[in-house]
């Protein structure tokens, strides 16, 4: 019987929308399966979810680890371990199902790793290590250079931050400011921004860019 697998795929940003990264990823992960004889019987992708800030949560990346620790999957298949896991503790999550399912697999497109020795598993925490000092010092390296921008009065550029019209970054958006307002007087009346983030996200408010899952409490807390 050909062993359930699971596909995880994951890009930090999408600018676009588009999910073309993950679609990448998807299919080079559909064929090592193929070539293992696996069946795929489920893809989790974040698209547009940062794995390095600890404040996101990942959806489909825990739900994926409910499915493995349930044994809906006997594998699981992501293009590189970085695209599964930039900090340490999701790692050590992941490992610790392996314990529980000795049986488990984990390939990926760029190399295996064997999550259920102790080489596999040495190796995947010094990879992990390197990703993270990676995506620290890259945020601090744009941290800096946004901080210069602002010094000098200049546009950091990205796509305008919700509250600001998409075609002049300048000038306020009278409809995105209206629902800000309205939400800082939620806030002030003891409405937990929990509640207002869900009724945003079923309104399709707060995020500028149009197919992505992100949206910021700051806009919130300190918009227009």
């Not at 940003?13 to 588009?18: F, I």
């Not at 800096?144 to 075609?167: C, I, M, N, T, V």
């Not at 002049?168 to 209206?178: L, Q």
Request: glycine share 8%; aromatic share 6%.
């Amino acid at each position: 019987m050909a062993r359930k697998v699971g596909v995880y795929t994951r890009i930090s940003r999408d600018d676009e929308g588009e999910s073309l990264g993950v679609a990448r990823q998807q299919q080079d992960c559909q064929r090592l399966a193929d070539l293992r004889s696996w069946q795929v019987v489920k893809t989790y992708e974040d698209n547009d979810v940062s794995a390095f800030k600890r404040n996101v949560v990942r959806g489909e990346f825990e739900l994926m680890l409910r499915d493995l620790r349930a044994g809906l999957l006997d594998a699981i298949v992501s293009y590189d371990l970085d695209r599964l896991a930039r900090q340490p503790r999701d790692l050590e999550r992941l490992i610790e199902i392996f314990d529980e399912r000795p049986s488990l697999e984990f390939a990926t497109v760029t190399n295996d790793i064997n999550l259920g020795s102790p080489d596999g598993r040495t190796m995947a925490r010094i990879m992990v290590a390197f990703a993270n000092k990676s995506s620290h010092d890259a945020s601090r390296r744009i941290k800096r250079k946004h901080l210069e921008l602002a010094q000098q009065g200049k546009d950091s550029g990205g796509p305008a931050p919700y509250g600001w019209r998409k075609d002049d970054r300048t000038k306020v958006d009278p409809v995105a400011a209206e629902a800000i307002r309205e939400a800082q007087r939620e806030i002030l009346a003891g409405v937990r921004i929990g509640t207002i983030r869900t009724r945003w996200q079923q309104q399709g408010l707060g995020n500028p860019r149009a197919g992505t899952k992100r949206m910021a409490h700051h806009h919130v807390e300190q918009g227009p």
